[in-house]
């Protein structure tokens, strides 16, 4: 175990996604680990992943945690359940002995909960055709019905910066539900962090038992646990300064970076 020293604890956690969804991840390391200085990195210009062949998400992870690598970063987020199925174990093994905090569908606690027996898992086409997510499905597809949902357009009206549009969410979100019985379901999985942000507009939909989970807080909690037993988390009594939030896109303009802090802000 390394020793805790200033510059190990100061040092920036890097976040990353395809784009602006993994916001909502950094929101949740954030509340939970205020004195941290976070670097997040949207790859904006290059997204969607969802529809990308995994060799081109593997080639644009490396080159993300390239960049983190020479910032120095004591962690890495990948704040995309698409870039997690299509790198996780590659960048594990490049950048070892980095812990690199991955995210995967919360289909454990919504299978485990006993009033669950229709689960709708909405993620990226990636994430849900991926060996990983089929196997985590198998382990629980006898007890519950596991219906699987991609929903692109939900990427899209994030990236497109058109959260505002109500009534485009409602029309998108009712497309997408038009085959479900949502008197019958159960339990809503976000498997995508672009999903975080229609959180609202999808309780509004859904019936008002239906569980909607994401793993955002559990991801977060993940990486404090590791950075607390390797003695490298920044602890508000330790004095170490930290707190810092710096966004950067791959499409390197300034409306991106607005957004993103929009997005940081958001609810
Ligand atoms: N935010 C990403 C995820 O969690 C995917 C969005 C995309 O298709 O780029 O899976």
Same mark, same amino acid.
């Given at each position: 175990? &390394? ?27 954030? *509340? ?18 969802? %529809? ?31 870039? %997690? ?29 006993? @009033? ?14 991926? *060996? ?37 969410? &409602? ?7 038009? &085959? ?12 995508? %962090? ?13 019936? @008002? ?59």
């Amino acid at each position: 175990m &390394e020793k805790t020293n200033e510059n190990t604890v100061t040092q920036a956690i890097g976040v990353f996604d395809s784009g602006l969804g993994g916001i909502s991840v950094l929101k949740e390391l954030a *509340e939970l680990m205020p004195n941290e200085n976070y670097i997040y990195y949207g790859d904006s210009y290059y997204a969607p992943y969802g %529809t990308k062949s995994k060799e081109e998400i593997i080639d644009r992870c490396i080159q993300i945690c390239d960049y983190f690598i020479n910032k120095k970063v004591k962690a890495i987020v990948i704040a995309c359940n698409t870039a %997690t199925s299509a790198a996780v174990s590659i960048l594990r093994d490049k950048y070892k002995p980095l812990p690199i905090i991955g995210m995967e569908p919360a289909l454990k606690p919504a299978a485990h909960d006993k @009033k669950n027996n229709n689960i709708v898992v909405m993620a990226t086409s990636l994430t849900l055709n991926e *060996e990983k997510f089929n196997d985590l499905m198998k382990k629980y597809s006898d007890i519950n019905n596991i219906i699987k949902m991609p929903c692109p357009d939900l990427v899209s009206i994030v990236e497109n910066d058109m959260l505002q549009d109500t009534a485009l969410i &409602e029309r998108t979100l009712l497309k997408y539900y038009s &085959e479900i019985d949502i008197n019958k379901l159960d339990s809503v999985v976000l498997g995508c %962090t672009h999903f975080v942000f229609f959180k609202e507009h999808l309780q509004k939909m859904l019936d @008002k038992k239906t569980r909607i989970i994401d793993g955002n807080k559990g991801t977060a909690r993940h990486l404090k646990d590791i950075l607390d037993n390797d003695g490298k988390l920044n602890k508000v009594n330790e004095g170490a300064k930290g707190g810092e939030i710096t966004f950067l896109n791959s499409y390197k303009d300034e409306r991106h970076i607005e957004l993103s802090k929009i997005l940081f802000n958001f609810q």
